[in-house]
T-cell receptor, first 113, second 117 residues
Framework: DSGVTQTPKHLITATGQRVTLRCSPR?????VYWYQQSLDQGLQFLIQ???????AKGNILERFSAQQFPDLHSELNLSSLELGDSALYFC????????????FGPGTRLLVL | AQKVTQAQTEISVVEKEDVTLDCVYE???????LFWYKQPPSGELVFLIR??????QNEISGRYSWNFQKSTSSFNFTITASQVVDSAVYFC??????????????FGKGTRLHILP
């Protein structure tokens, strides 16, 4: 158990819908990262938050957004969902950033029908 | 540009054999970090090791060992006396200099390892 929690574990929804994925980092970790794992793209970095502020952006679509709250939990919002958004979404956390080990949550498996 | 290449897509070995998973990386930075993660069939990503670019000492942890060679930009992972529980997808990953203020990890495509009983 990495100490990072993600909810829900599984999510099935329809195209065009909007979903919110939630992540709670390990106690004491200030950085939260979101990654998407799909069969064709592999593991891709989406976005990083550090202590409530956006720190880095990767291959995140405009339909996707995230935020980190004062209690350091984070949410990833996915809207106008398409079939291709079906993937495993991971949250990871680290103490700060800069090359530190990122500990991953169990992931949320999203299926868009 | 950062890049991590795991040329072996899939490997199958018989239990108790040794197996080496290859990882080659590209980066322009002199300070960087390398990682290995394991993804068992259950799907979670399990951290195995982190190595910084200034520490070229090989590391051994039980049946696992890692060989870091800066000269060839490689960070290979060997499992000795493999067991069925080692069956998983293994990812090599790279994180660049903290100066970039970009702490993301770049992952390789992974090597799927099958340990046959």
């Amino acid at each position: 158990d990495s100490g990072v929690t993600q909810t829900p574990k599984h999510l099935i929804t329809a195209t065009g819908q909007r979903v919110t994925l939630r992540c709670s980092p390990r106690s004491g970790d200030l950085s939260v990262y979101w990654y998407q794992q799909s069969l064709d793209q592999g593991l891709q970095f989406l976005i990083q938050y550090y202590n409530g502020e956006e720190r880095a952006k990767g291959n995140i679509l405009e339909r996707f957004s995230a935020q980190q709250f004062p209690d350091l939990h984070s949410e990833l919002n996915l809207s106008s969902l398409e079939l291709g958004d079906s993937a495993l979404y991971f949250c990871a956390s680290s103490v700060a950033g800069a090359g530190e080990t990122q500990y991953f949550g169990p992931g949320t498996r999203l299926l868009v029908l | 540009a950062q890049k991590v290449t795991q040329a072996q897509t899939e490997i199958s070995v018989v239990e108790k054999e040794d197996v080496t998973l290859d990882c080659v990386y590209e980066t322009r930075d002199t300070t960087y970090y390398l990682f290995w993660y394991k993804q068992p069939p259950s799907g979670e990503l399990v951290f195995l090791i982190r190595r910084n670019s200034f520490d070229e000492q090989n590391e051994i942890s039980g049946r696992y060992s890692w060989n870091f060679q800066k000269s060839t930009s490689s960070f290979n992972f060997t499992i000795t006396a493999s067991q069925v529980v080692d069956s998983a997808v293994y990812f090599c990953a790279l994180s660049d200099s903290p100066v970039n203020r970009d702490d993301k990890i770049i992952f390789g495509k992974g090597t799927r390892l099958h340990i046959l009983p």
